[in-house]
């Protein structure tokens, strides 16, 4: 069943980031001369367990597989021996506590940046430039005076490589300003700046579901043409009883001419006849054929039995540059620092009322975008894993007492003061974080819900 393959990939990807976290916690406090009790694998009874160096840290596997945590020694939660009072936690000093804070969320980074080196360095960097397609009539986009064949190279001045920069940067502008200035290049060659406004505060609220992005500025970029080439033929198919084979180029469809296999499609399935004729060209011949057309699925879709050949891009669409393991590893960084900001401005903006809450996700959307990721293959994990890990590391540092940053918080108060925060101030920090946690998580659930529910 498939929420049963989206909860086991959602087990593996959140399970395995959180004990990357967890992991930099115990490492820099065991450099840093805490005593680490225990770092757990899992929650729950411990399955197995073993006792490491001098101070017989336990390593423990738990049976519930949704990370793990590091356990100090803490005069706060029972007697200390007085040997080792100076190691327990609170007696450290508050910068190696804050550190030792830090490295949580230190580790996700970390790790995302080490996932985005690997792919950078193994594939390269494959940018698609921001060429204006479709350009919906009487939209934001067509008022702006935008033309398919625009190629956008600049936002409020800035430059931008790929069409991702674009939908970053009309995001944050209009979001912030309510429009954005655009340096386009027509097909002809001839420089112009334009403004895109969306003036509707409800409208812009829409632009931060990435998926709407584009359609509410009313634009699309170009898409890759599928040639209006049989790439394969299915076995006992009426296209294979007809004689069709893979390379016959298709020219025309009830002598309805095809620019490419999108019209193909649109015409099988718009026929009210029960065949079609289908003219085609194979090594330069021109041949005429009538197919019949077979219905299938749920929905009675029609078909023939052909598959497309691979979508292409126009020449110069696609610029792929080989990285060294430096570049790289700049380029991972500048994505990691990248991506981490733009969190940082979304959330904001829901505080300011900008960007709706509608936006967060709880487990059920996280899990479906690790389900359907691990189905997309590896490369479409990893860079799951990469969004998830950061997200982890920023989420943590938010200024929430009873996460890291709330902790941070607490110590940098203390350090200043010169003495620990009252048991009673620390304790309402806590009620207040744990009482932030559940309203976000609840959110976070309706809005999952309501996405299922359609």
Do not use: C
């Amino acid at each position: 069943m498939m929420w049963m393959w989206y909860a086991l990939w959602y087990v593996v990807a959140v399970g395995f980031l959180v004990i990357v976290h967890e992991f930099g916690h115990f490492w820099v406090a065991r450099r840093l001369g805490f005593k680490v009790l225990r770092f757990s694998i899992g929650f729950g009874k411990p399955l197995l367990r073993k006792a490491i160096g001098a101070d017989r840290t336990e390593l423990v596997l738990a049976p519930i597989p949704m990370g793990g945590y590091v356990k100090m020694l803490d005069e706060r939660e029972g007697p200390v021996a007085p040997a080792d009072l100076s190691r327990s936690f609170t007696r450290r000093p508050p910068w190696q506590r804050i550190v030792v804070l830090l490295a949580g969320p230190g580790a996700n980074v970390a790790f995302a940046i080490l996932v985005l080196w690997g792919m950078l360095w193994a594939n390269g960097a494959t940018d698609y430039r921001p060429v204006v397609g479709d350009v919906t009539l009487s939209s934001a986009a067509a008022r702006a005076g935008l033309h398919t064949g625009d190629d956008i190279t600049a936002i409020n001045g800035r430059a931008v490589a790929d069409q991702r920069d674009v939908v970053f940067g009309l995001l944050d502008s209009i979001l912030s300003r309510g429009s954005a200035s655009l340096t386009v290049q027509s097909a002809q060659g001839e420089a112009r700046t334009v403004t895109l406004a969306v003036s509707d505060p409800a409208q812009r609220k829409r632009l931060s579901d990435l998926a709407d992005l584009l359609g509410v500025a009313g634009f699309q970029f170009e898409e890759p043409v599928i040639p209006p080439v049989v790439g394969e033929v299915e076995k006992d198919s009426p296209a294979a009883t007809a004689g069709l084979q893979a390379g016959d180029r298709i020219l025309a469809v009830d002598g309805k001419a095809v620019r490419d296999f999108t019209d193909i499609s649109r015409d099988i399935a718009n026929t009210p006849a029960a065949t079609i004729e289908m003219r085609y060209s194979r090594a330069g011949v021109e041949q005429t054929v009538r197919i019949a057309v077979s219905k299938s699925g749920p929905d009675g879709q029609k078909h023939i039995g052909v598959l497309s050949t691979p979508a292409q891009y126009p020449p110069g669409m696609v610029v792929h540059q080989s990285l060294s393991p430096g570049a790289a590893l700049t380029a991972a960084a500048s994505e990691a620092w990248n991506l981490t900001a733009l969190q940082g401005r979304l959330i904001w903006r829901m505080v300011l009322g900008q960007v709706s809450l509608k936006n967060l996700s709880g487990p059920i959307g996280i899990a479906e975008y690790a389900g359907e990721s691990a189905e997309a293959g590896a490369a479409s994990f990893l860079s799951f894993l990469v969004l998830i890990s950061l997200a982890i590391a920023f989420f943590n540092l938010l200024p929430i007492p009873i996460l890291d940053g709330g902790q941070i918080v607490f110590q940098v108060a203390e350090w200043v003061k010169g003495s620990p925060l009252s048991e009673r101030t620390q304790a309402f920090g806590q009620q207040v974080g744990l009482a932030l946690l559940v309203l976000l998580l609840g959110v976070a659930i309706f809005n999952d819900v309501t996405r299922q529910l359609g």
